[in-house]
């Protein structure tokens, strides 16, 4: 057992036989020094075993301090002062508050195993406690209770020791089955029966007359001090802490035995009682019953549980020998085995499983056959950084026998996961690691045979591979060796005893013998060589060199030659197509960006400058609208012919995108000399392009930028762009040059376009609404709905600040949209009949499904059909191919929707048009309104406007009414509806229903 157990035990027997001996204060003093020896002997044993962790020892301390103080107290109780048995009294205090220490370090130290040995244990304790609890309550509590002559305080003490007794006793059986009956775990359970007796016959002594018990208990006592003081210095204590190693047992038949007995205490107890004559426990032991079998059933039901968690590892270990067999490489057994391992924790719970190979330096040592659990930190650095976060791992050897050292270990399975799941793993995973081993072995082996196989494939493969290999001498670079297929390469025969450099083509020859001349074994070269095929032109072969002259099988330089001919072809394809546009056969954007990088390199020299075009065509998506795709490539092919026909002398023509190109111009004395090439340019594509049977206009507007102004490439050709913009702004079919002073203004308008297609979507647009009113008596019909544009930065902007924007950029669509219903929204809530008018783009309404979005947007919001007005532009109505535009027309007005032209008299008006579009209203442009004051021909001319809408029975609105005197020779014309300020400004929404109630309709 150990020189520190033994001295202490004979230690002990001494104390014990001289407390007996010694007569007072002589005994008490013993007394005393037996139990701090005890603590002492716990302290030495922590200190010399180091434990770990150590706490529930020092907590087993702790109690044993906390029983000597409570001795200590009751002596000076019952010596100096003379009290005769007090209770409660303060060394209760001491005596009851060492219970929690003791319980709290007992399943501390039960805890290590407990947790992932038996998930049954706490079952069975619980089992037991009930059992020994109603003996407590039938012997001990209730007699306490039903005691008369004890106080309340006396009661609640005397019961406090048998409940803590019972606790402790659970807790020691807890520590039995975890651990078994080690030498530390047997004298645990001494000291605890120890306790358990003194207390016991404490208790019944005080229920026989509150005297003390004397010797018996007191050798219950002594017990307790030696049976843990000893139990610290047995070697074996150090194990209580530690990860269990073994996976879980069989319950063994002392286990079902004890518990049996203890589920049957309770009919014991009423058996017992009732031979006696009463029963005086009845609803005790009928709770405890209860108790009792709901325990039982719990267990029963947990064992079915077992049962079926066997059958699932079971499953998982024929699955996963099922992989094994099937597995080909050792990658194929890892993922067999982590599946395996995955299959037999519960789902979901996190893991790490690693295969260290024998001969890695991660294998972990081995000492014993079988898995067990060991911390991660016994693990080998280098396996330990792979299972971070880990407490604790499986440790299985691959083994192909018993023994698990040796030339028969393969490597280990490795599982780190929570202990709890560990530890129900160990015998499935010895069963996956056997299959395992069986297959790494399996894979070594054919491998083996693979490679003795390979040597005479490998022989058979240099002869008929299509790769040319030569063995070259390093002195005179002769051929030594060449294989068969040399003759298709070289086209020749007999090369052994050639020079190679002589079958090398002149423009290779240099740099096939400076890479023969610096080939190293380290690290082979490969280059290309054009070989010289006698008759048969050259062929592009990829030469890799290797020396291998300290090989002595070899002894000179290995030359591999593949036949890269096509490979180099189709990869000079690959970068021309990469660098030019596959339509026109011009260098694309990528490659402008090159040469324009490479000729501002040159700049300067004798003040030469380089200059940009950018070039994009004015009417080509009406080319691809009208005439289809097919005529537009043939339109960007013609172009591109003209471009490069007439490009100056070292100029690049490019297409950088779909319809637009650039010219580069190096060299370029001046700007002037730029915007010369410019009109050239636009001169020579103003000339119509014959297409098939149509002439097809190629015109261009055109931004030039040179470096006469310090640029990065990306600035030039960000001036070219800004200067294209400005020659379409101006109208096309033109030139422009960057200016530094139109910078500002054209970047602010193409920011405000930017910004412009997220602005819908941030809620900044917002309507006003101007009333028309009937000219007899100012009452009002209807309402124009007028957008607004909030901007963050720059306020409220009107239609004039954006719309040609919105049309430039195809937002005008979304926005047409988002006007004609937030216009019928709000118009179905105003009250009476007024109704809305809406102006559509001519945009807006060749989109498809217009009429199909003006009625949705009319169902949706609940506006009647006949209180919409839509506004169209008169070039709307000018072709009348265009059979979409008048299908919707028919379509709305067959609803009953209004139409409108607007601004009438400002476009191209044609009489032929109004006598068949299906139209309702004219509204005459303010231009004609202002004039009518001012100009007889101007007045005469709205007098026919009128009489001629009169007489197509068109109703007319005149618009930017301001005073009466025009109102009055508008109304006299025959003009009976208006609008302006005379009548009112535009009008907010929440405005409308107050400003109608104001006029009647």
């Known amino acids: 057992m150990g020189t520190a157990v033994r001295w202490f035990s004979a230690g002990f027997l001494a104390g014990l036989v001289g407390v007996f001996v010694l007569p007072d204060p002589w005994a008490d003093l013993l007394w005393g020094a037996i139990g701090l020896g005890s603590a002492a002997a716990i302290a030495v044993g922590v200190r010399r075993h180091r434990p770990r962790p150590a706490w529930p020892w020092w907590l087993l301390f702790a109690s044993l301090l906390l029983s000597i103080t409570g001795d200590t107290v009751y002596e000076y109780l019952t010596d100096v002062r003379g009290l005769v048995s007090p209770l409660p009294s303060w060394a209760d205090l001491f005596y009851l508050a060492m219970y929690p220490a003791l319980i709290v370090a007992i399943l501390s130290l039960a805890r290590p195993g407990a947790a992932v040995r038996d998930r049954a244990l706490p079952l069975d304790v619980l089992i037991l406690g009930t059992g020994l609890g109603l003996l407590s309550w039938v012997f001990l509590i209730n007699p306490h209770l039903l005691d008369a002559d004890l106080t309340v305080g006396q009661r609640i003490v005397s019961v406090a020791y048998p409940v803590a007794d019972v606790l402790v006793l659970a807790a020691v059986g807890r520590l039995i089955v975890v651990h078994r009956f080690t030498v530390a775990v047997m004298l645990l359970t001494i000291g605890a029966t120890g306790l358990l007796v003194a207390d016991v016959l404490n208790g019944m002594s005080e229920l026989r007359g509150h005297g003390s018990v004397g010797g018996a208990a007191d050798v219950g006592w002594m017990l307790l001090y030696g049976g843990w003081g000893a139990a610290a210095l047995h070697p074996s204590m150090a194990e209580l802490t530690r990860p269990l190693s073994t996976g879980v047992r069989e319950i063994g038949a002392a286990r079902q035995v004890w518990l049996l007995l203890a589920s049957l205490l309770p009919m014991v107890v009423l058996l017992v009682e009732a031979s006696r ?53 050792p990658v194929a057994v890892h993922s067999a085995i982590a599946a395996a391992v995955a299959r037999l924790l519960p789902s979901g719970s996190a893991h790490s499983v690693a295969m260290p190979r024998a001969g890695s330096g991660l294998v972990p040592a081995i000492t014993e056959p079988g898995a067990r659990v060991i911390p991660v930190a016994d693990l080998p650095p280098g396996l330990r950084a792979g299972v971070a976060g880990w407490q604790s791992a499986l440790v299985c050897p691959l083994t192909l026998d018993e023994e698990a050292t040796g030339d028969g270990l ?86 052994v005893g050639h020079d190679l450099l002589s079958l090398v083509g002149p423009a290779s020859r240099a740099a096939a013998h400076e890479q023969l001349g610096g080939v190293r074994a380290d690290e082979p070269s490969i280059r290309d060589w054009e070989i010289a095929r006698p008759g ?58 090159e040469q324009l990088h490479a000729a501002q390199g040159l700049t300067g020299a004798g003040g030469d400058e380089v200059a940009v075009l950018f070039l994009d065509l004015d009417d080509f998506k009406i080319v691809n609208d009208t005439l289809g795709h097919d005529y537009g490539d043939q339109l960007l092919q013609q172009v591109a012919a003209r471009l490069t026909s007439i490009a100056v002398t070292g100029g690049t023509v490019a297409r950088i995108g779909g319809d637009e190109f650039a010219v580069l111009l190096r060299g370029v004395r001046s700007p002037q000399e730029a915007e010369r090439t410019a009109e050239q340019i636009i001169a020579a594509l103003a000339e119509p392009f014959h297409i098939q049977d149509r002439f097809v206009s190629g015109r261009v507007s055109i931004g030039v930028a040179t470096t006469g102004d310090p640029a990065t490439v990306p600035d030039l050709l960000r001036r070219a762009d800004l200067a294209l913009y400005v020659a379409k702004s101006d109208g096309k079919a033109r030139w422009r040059r960057h200016d530094p002073a139109l910078s500002a203004a054209i970047i602010e308008r193409l920011e405000l376009r930017a910004a412009m297609e997220t602005a819908l979507a941030r809620d900044e647009f917002q309507l006003a609404y101007q009333p028309i009113v009937c000219l007899d008596d100012h009452t009002p019909v209807g309402f124009e709905a007028l957008v607004r544009w909030l901007h963050p930065t720059r306020g409220l902007l009107m239609p004039g600040d954006f719309i040609d924007l919105a049309e430039e950029s195809d937002t005008i669509v979304a926005l047409g949209t988002w006007v ?94 109004l006598r068949h579009a299906p139209i309702d209203v004219l509204k005459l442009d303010k231009v004609f309104t202002r004039a009518i004051t001012s100009s007889a021909q101007e007045t005469d001319l709205v007098d026919g406007i009128v009489q001629l809408a009169k007489t197509m029975r068109l109703k007319v609105i005149a618009e930017g009414i301001e005073n009466p005197v025009e109102r009055t020779l508008l109304h006299g014309f025959g003009c009976h509806f208006g609008q302006g300020y005379l009548f009112a400004r535009p009008l907010d929404p929440a405005a409308v229903p107050a400003w109608l109630a104001g006029h009647s309709i």
């Not at 070594?444 to 002869?463: G, H, P």
């Not at 090989?551 to 890269?564: F, Q």
Request: contains cysteine; negative net charge; aromatic residues 4%.
């Open 536 to 593: 048969d032109g050259t062929v592009i072969a990829e030469v890799l060199c290797q020396d291998l002259q300290a090989e002595p099988s070899v002894a000179g330089i290995v030359v591999t030659l593949r036949d890269a001919t096509q490979q180099r072809r189709l990869q000079a394809e690959l970068a021309y197509r990469a660098h030019h546009d596959s339509l026109t056969g011009l260098p694309n954007r990528a490659a402008l960006q």
């Open 277 to 329: 004559g009463r029963v005086h426990d009845t609803t005790a032991v009928s709770v405890f019953a209860a108790v009792s079998v709901g325990l039982v059933l719990t267990r029963l039901i947990g064992v079915l549980g077992s049962h079926r968690r066997e059958l699932i590892r079971a499953d998982a270990v024929r699955i996963a020998g099922t992989a094994l067999v099937a597995a080909h490489d």
């Open 820 to 913: 004609l219903r937030e216009a019928a929204a709000t118009a179905v809530a105003w009250p009476g009949t007024p109704y809305v008018s809406v102006n559509v783009s001519a945009r807006q309404f060749h989109a498809k499904g217009f009429a199909d979005t003006v009625l949705t947007a009319l169902a949706d919001t609940g506006l009647p059909p006949d209180r919409l007005m839509l506004e169209l532009t008169e070039s709307l109505l000018l072709r009348d191919d265009d059979h979409q535009v008048w299908n919707d027309l028919a379509i709305l007005r067959d609803h009953g929707v209004q139409i409108a032209i607007d601004d009438f008299g400002t476009g191209y008006s044609a009489l032929s048009y």
């Open 410 to 495: 393969l490597g280990a399975i490795v599982v780190a996961a929570e202990q709890r799941h560990l530890i129900t793993l160990p015998s499935a995973v010895e069963t996956v690691a056997a299959q395992a081993a069986l297959a790494l072995e399996r894979i070594n082996l054919s491998r083996e045979i693979v490679r003795r196989d390979s040597e005479q494939y490998f022989r058979a493969l240099v002869q008929n591979t299509a790769d040319v290999i030569l063995i070259v001498d390093p002195g005179d670079q002769r051929v030594r060796y060449a294989s068969p297929s040399a003759t298709g390469l070289f086209g020749r025969t007999g090369l």
